[in-house]
């Protein structure tokens, strides 16, 4: 005679619990479309034509940080013979996010940034030098995970006729995603991580 109850009360309280799981998937849904900016406020910048071996800029408005960037070559250096003896010495975020900064070793370049509004914007993080031929790891706050990054040469080898002897070797996220990994073929380099 028991028996009917206790099953209408399972069936109501699972029903409850489904309804509750819902309204949090809903809750949760909402809080995520919040978080990620809308294709409308996406905003890239351009940074100026640098001079022959210095950086380009791409400064984000007022109220927006970098989500991404990278660069484009104006020009790159190249041998008598035609090869390219140039080097992309820096390709990062600003250090405090609000942009991204792009270098080649003697050639002109022009940065990009891909800017979103303050209240989406990644956090910047920046990594110790490394040593020679070493890693620099940008680590991400706890909680966060890198979505993006780069590196800035601290240290970049030339031959004697001032040729590119150097170049980056690793520029990715670590393994786990905790962060930014970068390291060089013969010199010091500094990795920088956006988190989120």
């Known amino acids: 005679m028991f028996q009917p109850k206790k099953h209408r009360l399972a069936a109501a309280t699972a029903a409850a619990l489904i309804g509750a799981a819902a309204i949090a998937s809903v809750n949760i849904a909402q809080a ?50 035609g090869d390219p003896y140039d080097g992309v010495t820096v390709n990062a975020p600003f250090a405090d996010g609000k942009g991204w900064v792009a270098l080649l070793m003697t050639g002109k370049v022009r940065a990009r940034a891909v800017c979103v509004p303050d209240a989406q914007a990644p956090q910047a993080v920046v990594g110790a030098v490394s040593a020679e031929e070493g890693e620099s790891v940008a680590r991400c706050p706890e909680g966060t995970k890198a979505i993006a990054g780069g590196y800035v040469r601290d ?13 980056i070797t690793a520029n990715a996220p670590t393994q786990d995603g905790s962060g930014w990994f970068a390291r060089q073929f013969h010199g010091k380099t500094v990795a920088r991580a956006l988190c989120s």
């Open 32 to 81: 995520n479309a919040k978080a990620a900016a809308p294709a409308s406020q996406v905003q890239i910048v351009v940074g100026p034509e640098s001079e022959p071996g210095q950086p380009s800029n791409a400064r984000c408005p007022d109220g927006m940080g970098a989500i991404n960037g990278g660069f484009q070559a104006v020009t790159f250096s190249r041998s008598g013979g």
């Open 155 to 167: 240290t970049w080898y030339r031959n004697g006729y001032g040729e590119s002897t150097d170049d």
